[in-house]
């Protein structure tokens, strides 16, 4: 069989327009971009937030439309924050994918050494901007699309309180409990939320591939979700109703990173796709064969050109 060569970059359709995100740049949560909306009952504190990436923006939208459509929680306290302003506001449909980030990735900086370091990055000036908020979440939902073609999923962390959350959302439907990336650490397993001595819990939901309608409506039914769970939607809000769809859990039992600029795949794997024999050969780094582990081997977002030292796909089991 010749070696596999790396997926060429194709050309992406930008089929969502970024929302006007101005009247909430200033913020009024003492963090720039971050809005909270208190209930008269008490209740607890869920942030919901879009934007740790610049260019992902079908979370921002959900938000921008329940701020403009004045929506208020039934009870307790909601923020909802935008996350990388700096790098959405460089944007271009032209170059959808150049926007991720500006110096470095902000999903990977949310190590506490990392956070308490001496190193600096525009990225990481934000994250120390908005922990202090962040620390007193009690839960929270990191809204996020994905590049390649993949079916959404919710990220529940390497903690049974994120499992417990994913279930109470109840969509997507696909369930991941992970560890993470080996590059560094996402804020959904910040020790807030990973610790067991704490309550507070976090998720991540891929809601589906950047610029498509269909991310726009899974994040919202997502938002809608984790809103229901906490007894916290209004019973005339204007967000879809609950997911009939039953949930399956897969547990992460590898994470591949790619360690030279030579990975591929030898086809192009879907995010959602299921080897059915142990043993498979799934992708060439280098002259080093990357197989299945197990048998029914889940594909967790393959990214099609994974950079050297990034993760090219995570492989899971299923659990229940």
Excluded: Y
Aim: glycine letters at 8%.
């Amino acid at each position: 069989m010749p070696a596999p060569v790396p997926t060429p970059l194709p050309e992406f359709a930008v089929a969502l327009r970024p929302p006007d995100l101005s009247p909430w740049r200033s913020g009024d949560a003492g963090v720039p971009g971050f809005i909270t909306r208190r209930a008269a009952s008490p209740g607890p504190h869920l942030a919901l937030l879009g934007l740790m990436h610049g260019n992902e923006f079908a979370g921002a939208i959900v938000l921008d439309r329940l701020l403009r459509a004045g929506f208020m929680p039934r009870r307790g306290v909601l923020t909802m924050g935008f996350v990388n302003l700096a790098a959405f506001e460089r944007f271009d449909p032209r170059r959808p994918t150049a926007s991720r980030f500006i110096d470095e990735d902000l999903n990977r900086v949310w190590d506490e050494a990392v956070l308490d370091g001496p190193r600096t990055s525009r990225e990481l000036a934000r994250a120390r901007e908005i922990l202090p908020l962040i620390q007193t979440v009690d839960v929270l939902v990191d809204l996020h699309s994905m590049l390649w073609p993949a079916d959404p999923a919710i990220l529940s962390g390497p903690s049974g309180k994120g499992l417990a959350l994913a279930r109470g959302i109840g969509t997507p439907s696909l369930v991941i409990a992970d560890s993470g990336h080996a590059n560094g650490k996402r804020l959904i397993d910040h020790r807030r939320f990973v610790d067991p001595e704490t309550k507070a819990a976090a998720v991540l939901v891929e809601a589906g591939q950047h610029w498509e309608a269909d991310t726009v409506a899974a994040a919202e039914a997502a938002v809608a979700g984790v809103l229901r769970h906490l007894d916290m939607l209004p019973a005339n809000a204007p967000l879809p109703a609950p997911p009939r769809v039953p949930q399956r859990v897969a547990e992460v039992t590898a994470a591949i990173t790619a360690a030279t600029t030579q990975f591929a795949f030898v086809q192009a794997w879907r995010g959602g796709d299921v080897v059915k024999r142990r043993n498979t050969l799934i992708a060439l780094d280098g002259a080093s064969e990357v197989r299945t582990p197990h048998d029914d081997c889940l594909l967790v977002m393959p990214s099609l050109r994974p950079s050297r030292g990034h993760t090219a796909v995570r492989l899971a089991r299923f659990v229940g």
